[in-house]
T-cell receptor, first 111, second 115 residues
Framework: KQEVTQIPAALSVPEGENLVLNCSFT??????LQWFRQDPGKGLTSLLL?????REQTSGRLNASLDKSSGRSTLYIAASQPGDSATYLC??????????FGQGTRLTINP | NAGVTQTPKFQVLKTGQSMTLQCAQD?????MSWYRQDPGMGLRLIHY???????DQGEVPNGYNVSRSTTEDFPLRLLSAAPSQTSVYFC??????????????FGEGSRLTVL
């Protein structure tokens, strides 16, 4: 059974810093890994999708990497802004179309 | 383009009552799913569907029923609500099943309280 872990559960950094969020998973037989953002009281917004054959994806200030062999993915946020404050979740997609989510990292960017 | 639409956004039920959470998508996605999100438990899959007429159970299916009569709609039914079903429910869809590696799109959520 796939298990997805995100550490730390919460992170607070000053504005302008570059930061890395971590996601680890136990079963490397995945189709893809997706990073989401969730604002309080809202749904999940897709940030980046990395296919199993890819090593990384970039969108603006965000860069996500995938290392299936080690069961790890990272989300790199450059030049953080207060508007980046949210909970970030990763999810792996495996057999039978089931996504398994991590519990998320709550990120706070302090002005 | 509305994406994934869930109704109602908020609902309060009494124990034993029944209700249906509605989910509709206008992206012609074949795959639709329901999740519940609880503090400390993360998002857990309730039921999913890979196309009209096809549904299957996820991780926490007990107490919930689904059907998929059209590509667009995937309602979630609570037959006899229990306090343990107090949660935030999310509907999600993606292009297709069968190993497709499509991006998952979520609705805004339905917040259910069972007294």
């Amino acid at each position: 059974k796939q298990e997805v872990t995100q550490i730390p559960a919460a992170l607070s950094v000053p504005e302008g810093e570059n930061l890395v969020l971590n996601c680890s998973f136990t079963d490397s037989a995945i189709y893809n890994l997706q990073w989401f953002r969730q604002d309080p009281g809202k749904g999940l917004t897709s940030l980046l999708l990395i296919q199993s054959s890819q090593r990384e994806q970039t969108s603006g200030r965000l860069n996500a990497s995938l290392d299936k062999s080690s069961g790890r993915s990272t989300l790199y946020i450059a030049a953080s802004q207060p508007g980046d404050s949210a909970t970030y979740l990763c999810a792996t997609r495996g057999g039978a179309q089931k996504l398994v989510f991590g519990q998320g990292t709550r990120l706070t960017i302090n002005p | 383009n509305a994406g994934v639409t869930q109704t109602p956004k908020f609902q309060v039920l009494k124990t034993g009552q029944s209700m249906t959470l509605q989910c509709a998508q206008d992206m012609n996605h074949e795959y639709m799913s329901w999740y519940r999100q609880d503090p400390g438990m993360g998002l857990r899959l309730i039921h999913y569907s890979v196309g009209a007429g096809i549904t299957d159970q996820g991780e926490v299916p007990n107490g919930y029923n689904v059907s998929r009569s059209t590509t667009e709609d995937f309602p979630l039914r609570l037959l006899s609500a229990a306090p343990s079903q107090t949660s935030v429910y999310f509907c999600a869809s993606t292009k297709s099943g069968g190993g497709d590696t499509g991006e998952l799109f979520f609705g805004e959520g339905s917040r259910l309280t069972v007294l």
